[in-house]
Each structure stands twice: as C-alpha cells, then as structure tokens.
C-alpha cells in the first residue's frame, strides 16, 4: 500500500485517465501489494527497502522503463486577446462588419490592420484578403501570368500553393527541395533553364524555413522571372536584418488558425510595388471608388480605369477577422522569443539523445531573426518505413501525434497533388518526404510540456530501434 500510494502521488497525471476511465484503482493496488509479496519472499532483483521507498529505483533496476506521456491537445490554437474580443463583439453590435460600410473621416478596422501589417514587415502597400490563398493567386495575377504559363515552386510546400497557381491559371512545375527542407538552389537553375518560357518563380518558406534567397534572386534575374515569396509560414522571419518577403517582387502572409496570427481564415498581400497593390484591392472587391477607402494603396493615378478592366473576385477580408488579428500583431515579438527559446532547448534534448537517428534542418546562414513555432526533424534512412510508421504509432499513442510529410494522404506531399501533377522526376524530394516529421508546438503549452514531448519522442524511437 505504501508502494502504490507513492507511485500514484508521485505519477499522478500519466497513470490518472488510465485508472480512472478503467475503474481499476483496486485491481492496480493488489497487484502492487501481490508483487511486493513476491519479491519480498525471493528478494533476488532489489530490496525490499529500496521498493518501499523508491519506485524509480525500482523500475530502473528491474530494468522496465517508466514511458512518457502527453494528455494536452497539440491542435491547441493561439486565443484572441481581450483586446481583439471587445472590439469584435462591438463590430457585432453595431453590425459594420464590411470593410467598406464606415462613416465618413473614419477609417475601417481592416484598414488599420493592414496598416500595422505593413508597419510590421516594412512594406509601403498591403491589402487583407479572406485567405493566404487568395493572397497567393493574386501575386500570381498582378504579377503578369498569362493562362497557360509554367509557374516554378517548391517541391515540398503545402498544396495550397500549387492550386493558387492552377487558380491563377498556371502550370506547376516543382524545384527540388533539400533535408534542410528548402528549395535546392541547384535545381531551381537546372529547371530555369530546362523551362525558358517560365517567367515566375513562387518560392515558399515552408514552415519559416528561408533558402539562400540571394542566390535565389540571382537566378531568377539572370533568367528574367519575377520571384514571388509565400510568406504563410514566416511572419517574423528576418533575412539579413529585413523581413522576409522583400527579396522578391511581393510576398504573401498568413492568419490562418495555425500561423503566428490567428484570424481563423485571413491573408495579407504586401509590396512596395504600386501597379500589383493596385490591381490586388481591385481583384479584392475595391470596385467603383473603393480604393478611396484604403489607406495603404497607392494614389488614384495608379488606379485609372482598373475597377473596369479587371474582375472583382470578392476576396476582402471582414472587420470581424481584423479585429482580432490587430492586437495579435502587438505581441508577435514576446511570443517569437518564447517559441524560439523552447526550440532551442527540445532541439537540444532530442539531438543529444537521438542524434545519431535523426537530423534537424538548419537555418541558412543569412537568417537573421528566425521563428520556430513548430518541430521538423528527418529521421534517418537506417530505419525501416515500417519502424517509421511504428514511430508513428509509438508517438499517437502516447499522445503526441507526428506527422509524417511523406505520408501518403498529407497534403504537403506532392504525390497527392493529382489537380497539379508533377511531371519530373523528383528523387530527392521523394526521399526527404519519406523520413521527414513534423510537430506542432502550441503557445499554450507549459514550458514542461515540451520536456514531455522530448521525452516521448526519443522513448519512441528508442523503443523501436529496441
């Protein structure tokens, strides 16, 4: 009893649901009583004085591993600010929740958004938009892509970036990407030469992980494609002092539930190019004299007959969705600092303890601030796709669920891309896949949280090396 009284006191939270969704508390503690009876009588393992008083020991000596498990929800999302929360119920109560339906001298809360969105990354124009998708498609559409044209992009990008290409009436044609889980800079000029016709380049910073995009941007010149930047993922990502984005002629951002800001849906385009953020608030829905309703958009001489000349697709963003992306904004510094350091120390855990089965991407050297909301790791090629998917197994049920980039019903799989196919061959993009993880980090975990996750994640792996 006094064994199974300390067991439970001091492992109250891995052994609590399991008792108690299984009623078994009484069958648990005669079972302790019936082995501490039994290794009293034999005492040819430990004493009966160390199982009395330590039951790590205990477990140690007996050579039976105590394993590590996670009871909080990985898909935990950032909450709205207070802030955020009053000023979208008095949106509700006062039912302006059209960007453009605001009094006059009064500036919507879109506009004010938009304008802290571009004061942030240090862009001259932004237009909020109901996604990043529909950001995506615009750089696409404002930049020039005739219907047909071949459109150069990441291999390994989730598959929202080849359908805003096929929305914007492109043609994919996928770069190699590398273990570091960024476009391989050799491919890229391997395939501008294989594709002279191509004149864009839509480059993703897949999970805020930024190539060399100095080299990047000299292909690009040499071969005379405009670069483009998806930015879904690297809201706070500085590359040699600027925020990421600038290297090409426009970038895209994301709020979407997962990302740094949470809006549910919502995207930003930003440029310091007047022609593309004129077209893009046209494309939006600023028709007639909307455009007057912005504050960052260039002047009425970069808009002439545009609100005639081009559709309007309806893809503004709501007050409702701005109101609570505004003080999110305030604290993209604080909550950059904290995902960083918790990084820095599960990094360490893991590497330390399973380096020799696993790498973990690096930052490019030119990455000056980067942001780490999320783990990505490559398992080693030494180990089987069937211990691969044991691992996967191990993890979901200790309750942290990994995911697999190369699994076959992941989005972020280019194999899955069937609207996109890819023609070309792409061994090495293939290979990463099949061995590369991925797990979220949410902001609302306790620092010890992520202790824990370490821990599974290297018993896991250890059990099935095992």
Same mark, same amino acid.
């Given at each position: 009893?006094?064994?199974?009284?300390?067991?439970?006191?001091?492992?109250?939270?891995?052994?609590?649901?399991?008792?108690?969704?299984?009623?078994?508390?009484?069958?648990?503690?005669?079972?302790?009583?019936?082995?501490?009876?039994?290794?009293?009588?034999?005492?040819?393992?430990?004493?009966?004085?160390?199982?009395?008083?330590?039951?790590?020991?205990?477990? *140690?000596? !007996? @050579?039976?591993?105590?394993?590590?498990?996670?009871?909080?929800?990985?898909? $935990?999302?950032?909450? =709205? #600010?207070? %802030?955020?929360?009053?000023?979208?119920?008095?949106?509700?109560?006062?039912?302006?929740?059209?960007?453009?339906?605001?009094?006059?001298?009064?500036?919507?809360?879109?506009?004010?958004?938009?304008?802290?969105?571009?004061?942030?990354?240090?862009?001259?124009?932004?237009?909020?938009?109901?996604?990043?998708?529909?950001?995506?498609?615009?750089?696409? *559409?404002? !930049? @020039?892509?005739?219907?047909?044209?071949?459109?150069?992009?990441?291999?390994? $990008?989730?598959?929202? =970036? #080849?359908? %805003?290409?096929?929305?914007?009436?492109?043609?994919?044609?996928?770069?190699?990407?590398?273990?570091?889980?960024?476009?391989?800079?050799?491919?890229?000029?391997?395939?501008?030469?294989?594709?002279?016709?191509?004149?864009?380049?839509?480059?993703?910073?897949?999970?805020?992980?930024?190539?060399?995009?100095?080299?990047?941007?000299?292909?690009?010149?040499?071969?005379?494609?405009?670069?483009?930047?998806?930015?879904?993922?690297?809201?706070?990502?500085?590359?040699?002092?600027?925020?990421?984005?600038?290297?090409?002629?426009?970038?895209?951002?994301?709020?979407?539930?997962?990302?740094?800001?949470?809006?549910?849906?919502?995207?930003?385009?930003?440029?310091?190019?007047?022609?593309?953020?004129?077209?893009?608030?046209?494309?939006?829905?600023?028709?007639?004299?909307?455009?007057?309703?912005?504050?960052?958009?260039?002047?009425?001489?970069?808009?002439?007959?545009?609100?005639?000349?081009?559709?309007?697709?309806?893809?503004?963003?709501?007050?409702?969705?701005?109101?609570?992306?505004?003080?999110?904004?305030?604290?993209?510094?604080?909550?950059?600092?904290?995902?960083?350091?918790?990084?820095?120390?599960?990094?360490?855990?893991?590497?330390?303890?399973?380096?020799?089965?696993?790498?973990?991407?690096?930052?490019?050297?030119?990455?000056?601030?980067?942001?780490?909301?999320?783990?990505?790791?490559?398992?080693?090629?030494?180990?089987?796709?069937?211990?691969?998917?044991?691992?996967?197994?191990?993890?979901?049920?200790?309750?942290?669920?990994?995911?697999?980039?190369?699994?076959?019903?992941?989005?972020?799989?280019?194999?899955?891309?069937?609207?996109?196919?890819?023609?070309?061959?792409?061994?090495?993009?293939?290979?990463?896949?099949?061995?590369?993880?991925?797990?979220?980090?949410?902001?609302?975990?306790?620092?010890?949280?992520?202790?824990?996750?370490?821990?599974?994640?290297?018993?896991?792996?250890?059990?099935?090396?095992?």
């Amino acid at each position: 009893n006094t064994f199974f009284n300390h067991f439970f006191t001091e492992h109250h939270q891995t052994t609590q649901s399991f008792l108690t969704s299984r009623n078994t508390v009484n069958m648990v503690r005669y079972s302790f009583i019936g082995f501490l009876a039994i290794a009293a009588i034999t005492k040819n393992v430990i004493g009966s004085e160390a199982l009395m008083t330590n039951p790590l020991a205990t477990s *140690k000596a !007996s @050579g039976i591993q105590q394993r590590t498990f996670i009871t909080r929800d990985i898909k $935990t999302p950032d909450p =709205v #600010p207070v %802030a955020g929360q009053e000023e979208a119920l008095e949106l509700m109560r006062s039912g302006r929740m059209y960007r453009y339906n605001i009094a006059k001298g009064e500036e919507s809360v879109v506009s004010l958004c938009e304008q802290e969105i571009a004061a942030y990354t240090d862009f001259k124009y932004c237009v909020a938009l109901n996604s990043c998708g529909s950001a995506l498609m615009l750089l696409l *559409k404002t !930049s @020039g892509l005739k219907p047909g044209e071949e459109v150069l992009s990441n291999a390994f $990008t989730f598959g929202a =970036v #080849p359908s %805003a290409i096929e929305h914007a009436g492109g043609k994919a044609v996928y770069v190699e990407s590398d273990y570091n889980h960024l476009m391989d800079v050799d491919d890229l000029e391997k395939k501008l030469v294989m594709y002279p016709k191509c004149k864009h380049v839509l480059i993703s910073h897949m999970r805020g992980k930024v190539a060399d995009m100095d080299a990047i941007a000299n292909a690009c010149e040499r071969h005379g494609a405009t670069l483009l930047e998806d930015c879904a993922h690297s809201l706070g990502v500085k590359w040699k002092g600027k925020h990421t984005g600038h290297m090409g002629r426009a970038c895209a951002v994301s709020s979407q539930s997962y990302k740094m800001i949470n809006s549910g849906e919502g995207g930003f385009f930003l440029t310091d190019d007047p022609e593309m953020a004129a077209k893009c608030a046209v494309y939006a829905g600023a028709y007639e004299g909307l455009s007057g309703k912005h504050i960052t958009v260039p002047g009425p001489e970069h808009f002439g007959n545009l609100p005639n000349e081009l559709p309007n697709y309806s893809l503004r963003m709501s007050n409702l969705a701005a109101s609570v992306v505004r003080p999110q904004i305030l604290t993209l510094e604080e909550r950059i600092t904290k995902y960083n350091e918790r990084y820095a120390k599960l990094t360490k855990a893991v590497s330390e303890r399973m380096g020799n089965h696993l790498s973990i991407p690096v930052n490019t050297p030119g990455v000056t601030t980067p942001v780490h909301d999320s783990l990505q790791f490559n398992l080693s090629h030494d180990i089987t796709e069937e211990q691969v998917m044991h691992f996967l197994e191990a993890c979901a049920s200790h309750g942290l669920p990994v995911e697999l980039f190369g699994n076959k019903s992941n989005a972020r799989n280019f194999v899955n891309w069937g609207f996109a196919p890819a023609e070309d061959p792409l061994p090495q993009t293939g290979a990463m896949l099949s061995r590369a993880c991925d797990v979220r980090m949410p902001y609302m975990w306790d620092d010890s949280d992520f202790d824990d996750m370490a821990n599974v994640l290297c018993e896991c792996l250890e059990s099935v090396l095992e």
